[in-house]
């Protein structure tokens, strides 16, 4: 599979590596202005690019991975759809809702199957989790609790100083990642609440959310965000999967309660009631096997499939929508301190 990249950012040279590791697939081009890029291609033997658009004319392509800047999102994707190149598109699938309409319904027309880079749903232990969950063992959802508490360090704003101001904060950057996680686990989300705090870093921008959630089957949900907290009870730190992150792990960042049992995520710590369950009542506890494979070599693999018409994508365009319908509402809540409903599109 002749795969080339979008954007050679800090994830777009993951990709790159992963193509590189993968025996099913073969860099073919890469795209992106940067002055650095033509160094990369040259050291990759692969030709260099300043768009996209000349890149698909050129190389053609049998698939391609859009790793640019968010706002770079769609016109890329429909640069792919109108020449019927199914590409992986990395989160979030748009700038704002109407651009997510754009490449659904053009992909929708063309037949172009476009998978969004909602990564940990390659994970094996969300798989899991939503497998033990759908299996109903914990009974009917009741509540949800998460959080993604960790403190970035200060060179991380320093390098980037668009990100101390509105736009730059965790709700916009980092909150995309855990509203799929839960919508994965739960179900859809029809309605939000949340209030922010910018008093720890000052910035002027949130550093701190808090959020409550109402999903479709009737189990609400909270969830604490910050970039702040000297915390470990984050996905990245719990879970192990990138190894950038020093981990965790007895850590868990979701809690998933039903009617008859609870499951903590990503430790698979299940408790469930032999009997009626009661706070009185003695329960079995144990720990669910999962694999810990990285998810984003399990996404590539599935993404070649997925170009060669042998599966179906894992994350449509559809879903991937969804969740950034659910997390612009999130800002929106804790700008306007309103409930704002997110019922999916029809």
């Known amino acids: 599979m002749r795969i080339a990249v979008a954007g050679c950012g800090a994830i777009g040279r993951r990709h790159v590596d992963l193509i590189g590791a993968n025996d099913d697939a073969r ?13 990369l291609a040259e050291r990759l033997g692969v030709p260099a690019f300043e768009s996209l658009d000349t890149l698909l004319d050129v190389v053609q392509p049998d698939a391609v991975v859009i790793a640019t800047p968010n706002r770079l999102h769609v016109a890329n994707a429909l640069a792919c759809i109108a020449r ?10 748009a700038n704002d809702v ?4 754009r490449i659904v319904r053009a992909a929708g027309s063309a037949g172009v199957p476009i998978l ?18 759908e299996a109903g063992t914990l009974g009917p959802l009741v509540a949800v609790v998460g959080t993604a508490l960790y403190r970035k360090p200060d060179d991380y704003f320093d390098e980037a100083p668009w990100r101390r101001a509105p736009g730059g904060g965790p709700i916009l950057i980092n909150l995309i990642h855990e509203i799929d996680d ?21 910035f002027a921008v949130e550093d701190t959310a808090a959020i409550t959630l109402s999903f479709a089957g009737g189990a609400l949900g909270t ?81 070649i499939a997925v170009a060669r018409g042998a599966a179906v994508p894992l994350v449509t365009a559809q879903s ?20 704002v409903a997110t019922e999916p599109s029809p």
Not at 84 to 93: D, F, Q, S, T, W
Not at 98 to 101: A, L, N, P, S, Y
Not at 182 to 202: E, K, N, P, Y
Not at 277 to 290: E, H, K, L
């Open 84 to 93: 019927r190149i199914p590409a992986l598109v990395e989160k979030p699938l």
């Open 320 to 339: 991937a929508l969804e969740t950034l319908r659910v997390t612009l509402a999130v800002d929106h809540a804790a700008r306007t301190g309103t409930l």
């Open 182 to 202: 839960l919508r994965l686990l739960c179900g859809d989300i029809v309605a939000v609440q949340a209030m922010t705090s910018r008093a720890t870093r000052g």
């Open 223 to 303: 969830f604490l965000l910050s970039d702040a907290a000297a915390s470990t009870r984050s996905w990245e730190q719990a879970s192990g999967e990138n190894a950038a992150y020093a981990r965790a792990a007895n850590d868990d960042c979701y809690h998933v309660a039903g009617t008859r049992g609870s499951l903590s995520i990503p430790t698979l710590r299940l408790t469930t009631w032999p009997g009626e369950p009661s706070w009185f009542a003695p329960f079995d506890s144990s720990v669910v096997a999962a694999g810990r494979d990285d998810p984003l070599a399990r996404q590539l693999a599935h993404f």
């Open 116 to 133: 969004v880079g909602h990564h940990r749903r390659h994970s094996p232990v969300l798989a899991r989790a939503r497998a033990i969950i």
């Open 27 to 39: 860099l073919c081009g890469l795209a992106d202005p940067a002055t650095g890029t033509g160094a």
């Open 98 to 101: 109407d651009g997510g309409v």
